[in-house]
């Protein structure tokens, strides 16, 4: 890189404003005033390469609209609206300056979308890339959608069809559908690792089970292993009591079971999704 | 490593609690219900092997002090308070529970005598370990203290001896210090890249020059070089009006000349301090 870091600080450029943020990139912290009619919501993910990607795989863009809208999936599951972002990167050797633009050219693309500015982050250089992105989303007091709210008796929904994260480069975070269950669902999460162990841990912190006993919707191509199992789906899961109008599809029920304990089709279904530590 | 993500997550354990975090780790996003009185601060830095630091040098409890203390270092050059963290943290194959133990327990011990709360965050795997800790700070509303306003015939100061990054371990993040500066500095950034680069990057914000003219604190064994150009030192600089009273070591003055340009006893000063991408 023959840039310096203060330089390619620079290449960022403008970002989408913020109400609330007083200082963006270019001190040791950004400023954010916040209202006292909203909680903050704060989430962070990593995004490495030959773990979460493989970069002959996808274009700059495209990993960069990635790295940033799998943490905006986040503040979609509490039902909240982005406000901000700090993006750390750590670039290898093979990270020139015109990947460096495109990337940022597909973050910032979604984070204009969504209304995300990027108000800081860090630089660093590394073997292989890594990034982490930190999102701050605001919903007003005291509603945000949390996972450990599920009632024995809910309906459980997901927001789209699932098993397709292969065939995807281009996630879209439902953040429409997020703010849309706020107020009827009872408890809410994005499917980030796959749907079996992303409801064992809903029904895990609720303290109940969950039988999945209607039709699972499914991206054309998946199977049914790939449905239940395979992580980077970004829809979102959510319960509501039966006679609540939701958006989405009923994939099954809230029981009272041991926590954590889900059946699919009257069959114990094992929480084998994408775990960092066993595979 | 034998134990699931869930499971390690689990051993973090509890931390110190923040005023206002009304959800910690456990969920899709923390919650932090803010007050009116109130502007908040953010900053995330990197802590990669390799490239921060060789772990063959630094027990797991050291690294996970140093790790949190270089974001702390940033909400103090603001005149902030830590409320919590999120920490990501990317696992290569040798570090097993052990060495994951004895980072938490350094990393909580620093976030106990400040008072942050390690609120979430994310785990992965990695060739190389790489940290990445975000910390939110809070500071009276429109009392955060920025590096774009130093005013000339300011007096320049530093909060203590520069150029021993290789002699300490143990970074003290000046929190007492930036606190009290509140009301009395002009302007205030931390010295994380070296003495030379950052009272460039502050004087080329403010628009100003800068002479130093003064003797420079440095602790015992470390070279003019090392003070001047070194990163990782973690004090203070700032500027304040000459009448003053402020803590620390004055080191010069701000004058007007060419934005950024600095001068060491009448000589320009190159900023040669540390740049992960010109080396």
Redesign the interface.
Known sequence: ??????A?IARIGATARARGL??GI???????????S?????????F?E???FRRREHDAASLGRWALARSLS??A??G?TPR?C?V?L??PAWADEKWFAGFYRGLKKVAAETGTAV??????????L?C?V?V??SVA?GN?L???CAKVGDAIYVSGPLGGWRNRQEIVPRLDIGRKLIGKATAC??ISDGLSLDLH?MTK?SGTGAVLDRGLPVLEGATLDQALHDGEDYELLYTAPPRVRVPGHRIGTIVKDRPGRVTFMGLPLKPLGY????R
């Open positions: 890189m023959v840039l310096s870091e203060d390619l007083v200082k270019g001190d040791d912290c950004a400023i954010y005033r916040p209202r006292t909203e909680d903050l919501l704060f989430t962070t993910d990593f490495i030959d773990v979460h986040d503040i599951a509490m909240g901000f700090l750390s750590a670039l108000a800081g982050g860090d630089l660093s250089h590394a073997g292989k890594v982490d930190m701050c989303g007091k945000a949390r996972r450990d999460m994005d841990r912190a775990d960092h530590f066993r």
